[in-house]
């Protein structure tokens, strides 16, 4: 397989290592022209000055880009992020270890091939700005880390009842991560591995790194998730769909809220808010607001919270 260059941490905190990755920016363009090229929408290097940049190019860089992002349209681009075809890419490119067989490698020595060949029009046409513009949001983020990190860690710490993991979690940044904008993933004995976009400002941004963080707190077999199975097995109904994830996004959410406002940094709303209104979580809310804050202050064992939650969810719909 070709060499990846050398990753080095542009940033760390106690909780976070950061990395602005020229293969994992070059991967998300390149997922992203081929999302593009699927549904015949204008793509990198088709408008503005990246276009005139890459339109001088020699022949033979152009048809290397577009040759990888026929390949990605094909055969990376349709897949979910945690989908063998992207996984294995991403954790190759992060340095991180995954189980492989030998149609694993070979997968993978292909792919290393049409990123090399990608490489140089991406690095002549976009790798400079995108470079930038990564450390710009980045700085953003750290001024509130070095504020609130300590203090939202360790609340979520309680809350989840988890404890955070001695090495931090890796972080790459990179322009899209689909249209999530961020996601996480969990190879096994390791921190999580999350990746976010350079686009939300600093405290959505600060909330959504938290999010992602928390994702390792809410596997199964951890302690709300274990909580919610068992009130929900009492009740004796389905796992209503999606709510742990909803618990997520309001425990940490609210965290974060609650810490920018101590420090007089006012007005921000959760995420969560934003997504009711356009998902079928939005079934949820009034359940969510009569039960978890009582959680999040104290008044109730998580085992509780759950058992009223639970009630409450099922009463709304019989």
Not at 59 to 88: C, E, M, T
Not at 150 to 163: E, F, H, K, P, V
């Amino acid at each position: 397989m070709a060499d990846v260059s050398a990753r080095e941490p542009i940033a760390e905190t106690d909780a976070f290592r950061f990395y602005s990755h020229f293969e994992t920016n070059l991967n998300d363009a390149l997922m992203s022209a081929g999302i593009d090229r699927n549904f015949d929408r204008k793509e990198l290097f088709q408008s503005g000055d990246e276009q005139i940049c890459f339109e001088s190019l020699a022949p033979s860089l152009r048809a290397g880009w577009n040759k990888a992002v026929d390949y990605y349209a094909k055969i990376v681009s349709p897949h979910q992020f945690d989908d063998r075809q992207q996984i294995l890419i991403r954790l190759h490119l992060a340095a991180l270890p995954e189980r492989r067989d030998n149609l694993a490698e070979t997968y993978l020595a292909l792919a290393d091939t049409f990123i090399a060949a990608a490489a140089p029009a991406y690095r002549a046409c976009r790798w400079s700005s995108q470079e930038e513009k990564n450390h710009q949001w980045l700085a953003e983020l750290l001024r509130l880390l070095e504020q609130h990190e300590q203090a939202i860690a360790t609340r979520l710490a309680l809350l989840y009842g988890a404890s955070w993991p001695e090495d931090p979690f890796d972080v790459d940044i990179v322009e899209t991560v689909s249209w999530a904008g961020a996601n996480s993933y969990f190879p096994v004995d390791r921190a999580g591995h999350l990746m976010m976009a350079s686009e939300p400002e600093a405290m959505e941004a600060l909330e959504t790194v938290f999010h992602e963080a928390s994702h390792g707190f809410m596997m199964r077999g951890d302690p709300l998730r274990v909580s919610l199975a068992e009130a929900v097995d009492r009740r004796g109904i389905d796992p209503p769909r999606g709510l742990w994830h909803v618990i997520l996004f309001v425990t940490t959410g609210e965290t974060v809220r609650n810490a920018l406002n101590v420090s007089g940094e006012t007005g921000y709303e959760p995420m969560i808010y934003d997504v009711y209104p356009r998902s079928d979580w939005g079934q949820y809310r009034e359940a969510m607001g009569a039960v978890w804050p009582d959680y999040l202050d104290g008044k109730l064992t998580a085992g509780e919270a759950m058992t009223k939650l639970i009630d409450a969810i099922a009463e709304s719909s019989e």
